[in-house]
């Protein structure tokens, strides 16, 4: 998924979306640095994610282990 930064109003970036809706994003929540124009992509981060619901699974399992 691609994001266009179209415009930086008061710390928030109106952002076109592939189907041409327009999106409001605080600033703080992009990269450093965005400015008008930038592309941004998104994806999911499959390794990351599978990390963490490891990390949770076994956070669960010893939370819940029979007695």
Known sequence: MKWIIDRIENNIAVCELENGEMLDVKISALPKGIKEG??????????????????????????????
């Open 38 to 67: 930038d592309v941004i992509k998104l994806s999911v981060d499959e390794t990351e994610t599978n990390e963490r619901k490891e990390r949770i699974d076994k956070l669960m399992n010893s939370l819940f282990k029979d007695e």
